[in-house]
Antibody
Framework: EVQLVESGGGLVKPGGSLRLSCAASGFTFSSYSMNWVRQAPGKGLEWVLS????????YYIDSVKGRFTISRDDAKNSLYLQMNSLRAEDTAVYYC?????????????WGQGTLVTVSS | QSVLTQPPSVSGAPGQRVTISCTGSSSNIGAGYDVHWYQQLPGTAPKLLIYGNSNRPSGVPDRISGSKSGTSASLAISGLQAEDEADYYC????????????FGTGTKVTVL
C-alpha cells in the first residue's frame, strides 16, 4: 500500500525557517517525481515544487524561488522541503504528492498534510 | 490566482446529476494539456478522481465521469450521494506561467 507521511510542520515567526519531511513507503520511491502542494486555510490547492526522479530536474513557483528548497533521499525513501525566510502568506497545509509521468503529469497519491503557520 | 476557473459551488438532490466546469485558455487546456480531477472530503487530503481527462483510477465508481473540449473540461457526478459532498479541483499544465502545474479554483458540491 502506498503511503506518504509528512512531518515537521508547526508555528514559526516571519523570517524563520522550517524543514518538512515526507516518508514514503509501498512503492519504488526512486522511480517517481515527487511534489509539494499547499493549501492555505479555507483556500484552494497550489502546486509549489517538484523534483524529478534522480533529482535531475527541479521546478517551483516564483513566490518560493530563493526561499524554498526541495530535495530527496532515495536511500531513505524520503522527500524534504527546506523553507527559509517564511512569510505569513506561506501559512498552509503542505502535502507531499507522488506524480505520474503522463502527457500532463498528475498526482495519484497524497500524504495527510502538515500545517505550517507563520505568525508572530 | 488560478488560471483554471470553476464555479464556487454546485448542488443537487440525492440521485440527481451535477456537472462541474473547468474553464481554461489557449495556454493550458486549449493547448492540448490533459485535465485531471481531485476530490477533497472535509478535513482530508485530495484524492485523484479522474486522470487524462476521462479515466477513472481503480475504485472510483463509473457514475463519476470526465470530459474535455476546447478550452474547458467537465466533471459529472450521476446518482448523487451524500458521500459526494466535498470540494472538487481540476488540474492541468500551463505553458505561460512559471507554475508547472495549475489547479482550478475549486467547487464545493452540496447534496441537498
Amino acid at each position: 500500500e502506498v503511503q506518504l507521511v509528512e512531518s515537521g510542520g508547526g508555528l514559526v515567526k516571519p523570517g524563520g525557517s522550517l524543514r518538512l519531511s515526507c516518508a514514503a513507503s509501498g512503492f519504488t520511491f526512486s522511480s517517481y517525481s515527487m511534489n509539494w502542494v499547499r493549501q492555505a486555510p479555507g483556500k484552494g490547492l497550489e502546486w509549489v515544487l517538484s523534483i524529478s526522479s534522480s533529482s535531475s530536474y527541479i521546478y517551483y513557483i516564483d513566490s518560493v524561488k530563493g526561499r524554498f528548497t526541495i530535495s530527496r533521499d532515495d536511500a531513505k525513501n524520503s522527500l524534504y522541503l527546506q523553507m527559509n525566510s517564511l512569510r505569513a502568506e506561506d501559512t498552509a497545509v503542505y502535502y507531499c504528492a507522488r506524480a505520474i509521468a503522463a502527457r500532463t503529469h498528475y498526482f495519484d497519491y497524497w500524504g495527510q498534510g502538515t500545517l505550517v503557520t507563520v505568525s508572530s | 490566482q488560478s488560471v483554471l476557473t470553476q464555479p464556487p459551488s454546485v448542488s443537487g438532490a440525492p440521485g440527481q446529476r451535477v456537472t462541474i466546469s473547468c474553464t481554461g485558455s489557449s495556454s493550458n487546456i486549449g493547448a492540448g494539456y490533459d485535465v485531471h480531477w481531485y476530490q477533497q472530503l472535509p478535513g482530508t487530503a485530495p484524492k485523484l478522481l479522474i486522470y487524462g481527462n476521462s479515466n477513472r483510477p481503480s475504485g472510483v465508481p463509473d457514475r463519476i465521469s470526465g470530459s474535455k473540449s476546447g478550452t474547458s473540461a467537465s466533471l459529472a457526478i450521476s446518482g448523487l450521494q451524500a458521500e459526494d459532498e466535498a470540494d472538487y479541483y481540476c488540474q492541468s499544465y500551463d505553458s505561460s506561467l512559471n507554475g508547472f502545474y495549475v489547479f482550478g479554483t475549486g467547487t464545493k458540491v452540496t447534496v441537498l
